[in-house]
């Protein structure tokens, strides 16, 4: 079936160290968008991209789509504590036509 | 103050029993979707509506049930076919469906456990 794959699945930092999480489908994507959800809470939309190739920042956050458009990643530079949560992506596959997650990079912090 | 609402938080019901979790939303918005989320995985998608009187099976229909007969309003019942109904599970919505590749607004939730 359609599959997102998304690593790592953990990820320990130290404040102020940089985080990458990877996103990869097997398929072209049609698109690809971004998604935190805090301990405890819901998940918020953060971002789509939709163009092959496309970057897109926020602050300290950095998105990326592939050439292929069958990955892409969120690089935050210099973690900080309230970026704690995990992250998920999640993309509409042309064939199947439905937003399929990512299992989700859980990020902790440590001051 | 525009948003999505679910209720309860919390909710605590014995094994064999149906049970409505309960989905509004005044943005406006066409779609509604419903989600189920286990421990480190992702959302799955349990069923899904585009229109009001009109819904589709999500991957993980089987022991679901939904209607929608108003915009606003998008419930889910878990009923005994459910084999492992303890879970989180979130309500979204967004403008239209899928295809127009828009953002989605997630409820606070539902946590269910079955005892």
């Known amino acids: 079936g359609q599959q997102v794959m998304q690593i790592p699945q953990y990820q320990h930092v130290q404040e102020g160290e940089d985080f990458t999480t990877y996103c990869n489908s097997s398929?072209?994507?049609?698109?690809i968008q971004w998604y935190k959800q805090r301990p405890g809470g819901h998940p918020v939309f953060l971002i789509q991209l939709v163009k092959s190739g496309e970057v897109k920042k926020q602050k300290r956050l950095t998105f990326q789509f592939g050439e292929a458009k069958k990955n892409s990643s969120l690089h935050i530079t210099a973690t900080q504590t309230t970026d704690v949560g995990t992250y998920f992506c999640?993309?509409?596959?042309?064939?199947?036509?439905?937003?399929?997650f990512g299992a989700g990079t859980r990020l902790a912090v440590h001051p | 103050d525009g948003g999505i609402t679910q209720s309860p938080k919390y909710l605590f019901r014995k094994e064999g029993q149906n049970v409505t979790l309960s989905c509004e939303q005044n943005l406006n918005h066409d779609a509604m979707y419903w989600y189920r989320q286990d421990p480190g995985q992702g959302l799955r998608l349990i069923y899904y509506?585009?229109?009001?009187?009109?819904?589709q099976k999500g991957d993980i229909a089987e022991g679901y049930s939904v209607s929608r007969e108003k915009k606003e309003s998008f419930p889910l019942t878990v009923t005994s076919a459910q084999k492992n109904p303890t879970a989180f599970y979130l309500c979204?919505?967004?403008?239209?469906?899928?295809?127009?590749?828009?953002?989605?607004?997630f409820g606070p939730g539902t946590r269910l456990t079955v005892l």
């Open positions: 398929t072209t994507l049609s698109n």
């Open positions: 979204a919505s967004s403008t239209s469906g899928f295809s127009s590749y828009n953002e989605q607004f």
């Open positions: 999640a993309g509409i596959s042309g064939g199947y036509n439905k937003l399929i």
């Open positions: 509506s585009q229109i009001v009187n009109d819904f």
